[in-house]
């Protein structure tokens, strides 16, 4: 039920957005996590494949790559890259985070690639109506942070939900 991601796509996940609230108001089904303390964020679900534990001493670095992609692990007989969302994002990440030992990986393919967006908690699947996404003001949050988004919802708590663009995750690691 996952798609594969097209990272030579000239068109943005906002850009997909906007294109799916013209067509319809159809509700979509979102993963919601958290990045570090406070960001409380969300992942379009048809884009995953799966969630899972991650030991970080499990993690195989690997040299001269990009300084978000922690490196690889086993995951089902294949070597899966681990990418640091909060590290990438500008925040310090588990690179700079010694005390944590494992962490929850979101797995998604890029072409025959498998990557798991290392993350502090899965959260419950959402749904929201794409009419209702917001676009990431200038103020809102760091320019590093607003390259990832791809807008934001507003939930029952009156809470943001912002939406990452996983087109602009998969360009900056590349």
């Known amino acids: ?34 990045i570090g303390d406070d960001l409380n964020a969300l992942i379009p679900l048809i884009d995953l494949q799966a969630t899972i534990k991650i030991l970080l001493s499990e993690i195989l670095p690997v040299p001269q790559m990009h300084e978000s992609l922690l490196g690889i692990i086993n995951y089902g007989g294949k070597a899966t890259w681990v990418l640091d969302l909060a590290h990438l994002m500008g925040g310090n990440g588990y690179l700079k985070t010694p005390e944590l030992t494992t962490g929850m990986g979101m797995l998604f393919q890029i072409h025959n690639e498998t990557v798991a967006m290392l ?26 942070m607003r390259l990832f988004l791809a807008g934001y919802f507003i939930d029952e708590k009156q809470q943001s939900r912002v939406v990452i663009d996983l087109q602009q995750v998969i360009r900056a690691i590349i």
Do not use: H, W
């Open 1 to 34: 039920m996952s798609k594969i991601i097209d990272r030579a796509s000239p068109s943005s996940s906002s850009q997909q957005l906007l294109a799916r609230q013209s067509e319809s108001d159809a509700q979509e089904r979102f993963l919601g996590f958290t």
């Open 119 to 144: 993350i502090d908690r899965v959260g419950t699947i959402e749904t929201y109506n794409f009419q209702q996404c917001l676009p990431i003001g200038e103020t809102m949050f760091t320019e590093q």
